[in-house]
């Protein structure tokens, strides 16, 4: 009877142990994913930024509506970079001076 009772505690901790193990990595992995999936978003807005100030030109004296850097491209219309990477263009009453 006492062996018994040993082999069932010992099953039941080795059934716990290893849904403990899963648990961490699992939540392990979320924040790995979390943080590639920042490290993407900030890889792809500086190589935005990097690519629109060689390309286009950068209106001085003027900022976006968060003090955003505002750049013209090549058919004179107004943008800024978001925090996400994107190209948001503005028109040029909405911008603010620096």
């Known amino acids: 009877m006492k062996k018994l009772t040993i082999?069932?505690?010992?099953?039941?901790?080795?059934?716990?142990?290893?849904a403990d193990a899963q648990t961490k990595s699992k939540s392990v992995g979320k924040r790995i994913s979390n943080t590639a999936d920042t490290v993407a978003l900030k890889t792809?807005?500086?190589?935005k930024k990097g690519v629109a100030k060689?390309?286009?030109k950068t209106y001085d004296g003027k900022q976006g509506p968060n003090g955003e850097t505002v750049y013209i491209d090549n058919h004179?219309?107004?943008?800024?970079?978001n925090a996400k990477g994107e190209k948001?263009?503005?028109a040029k009453a909405e911008?603010?001076?620096k």
């Open 54 to 56: 060689i390309v286009d």
């Open 76 to 81: 004179s219309k107004y943008y800024y970079i």
């Open 88 to 90: 948001k263009y503005i």
């Open 7 to 18: 082999l069932i505690c010992a099953i039941a901790f080795s059934f716990t142990f290893s």
């Open 44 to 47: 792809k807005t500086t190589t």
């Open 95 to 97: 911008l603010k001076d």
